[in-house]
Structures are given as structure tokens and as C-alpha cells.
């Protein structure tokens, strides 16, 4: 138990650096948009009236893939670092239990009553 106390102030330590430098990936990935042009180009295929929806439309497309890897790297170094909480999609799909059974997957008798109206 105190070997596990001792662990934890560097485990948060490396937590936050390891953040810290997917979030600089993630800033990294947006300026290489700009000098790669990409924004530019989307512009230009667009009307002038609506060249600051062709930049977000651009930022919106060239991030998608920066996002799906960020989000699959923190859960990456949450399980090796074994940094424990609760997803988004927790509340959405149930909440997990100690023995991995999920909310829903329990057949109690309350349960099988169906949602109550309040």
C-alpha cells in the first residue's frame, strides 16, 4: 500500500508531461496546415462571402485525424500509467463496475422495471 502512495506523485508528474507533449503534437499539427496551405486552398474553392466557413470547414477536416489519435493516446497512456476515472461515453453506455460488469448488463428486479418518470 505505501509503495503504491510513493508511485503515484511521479505517476501524475509523467501523466502531465505526457500530456503536455501530445498537446504540442496537437499544435504542431495545426501549423502544418498553415504552411502546407491547406487552408488556403479550401478558401479559394469557395465564394469570397464565405471564406471564414471554407477556414473553419478546413481546420474542421485536417484536425479530424489529430483527433481521433489524441483521443486514442490518452487512453493509451491512462491504461499503461493505470490512471483510473470514468469517458464521456461512460454516462451514455453505463458505468463500470470493479468486476467490469456494466450497469446495464445487471438483471436485478429494478432493473427490469424500465426508466422511472420523476
Known amino acids: 500500500m505505501s509503495e503504491q502512495k510513493q508511485d503515484t506523485p511521479n505517476r501524475s508528474i ?15 499539427w495545426f501549423y502544418l496546415m498553415r504552411e502546407v496551405g491547406f487552408m488556403t486552398w479550401l478558401s ?8 471564414g466557413a471554407m477556414n473553419m470547414l478546413a481546420i474542421m477536416i485536417w484536425m479530424l485525424p ?6 486514442y493516446y490518452l487512453r493509451y497512456i491512462n491504461r499503461k500509467l493505470k490512471i483510473r476515472g470514468i469517458y ?5 453506455y453505463g458505468t463500470t463496475t470493479d468486476d467490469n460488469s456494466t ?6 428486479a429494478s432493473d427490469k422495471q424500465g426508466p422511472i418518470d420523476k
Do not use: R
Open 66 to 71: 489529430a483527433f481521433l489519435c489524441w483521443k
Open 88 to 92: 464521456y461515453e461512460d454516462h451514455y
Open 44 to 51: 479559394a474553392k469557395g465564394p469570397e462571402t464565405h471564406k
Open 103 to 108: 450497469k446495464n448488463d445487471n438483471t436485478d
Open 14 to 28: 509523467f501523466y502531465h508531461i505526457l500530456m503536455g507533449l501530445g498537446f504540442l503534437v496537437l499544435i504542431s
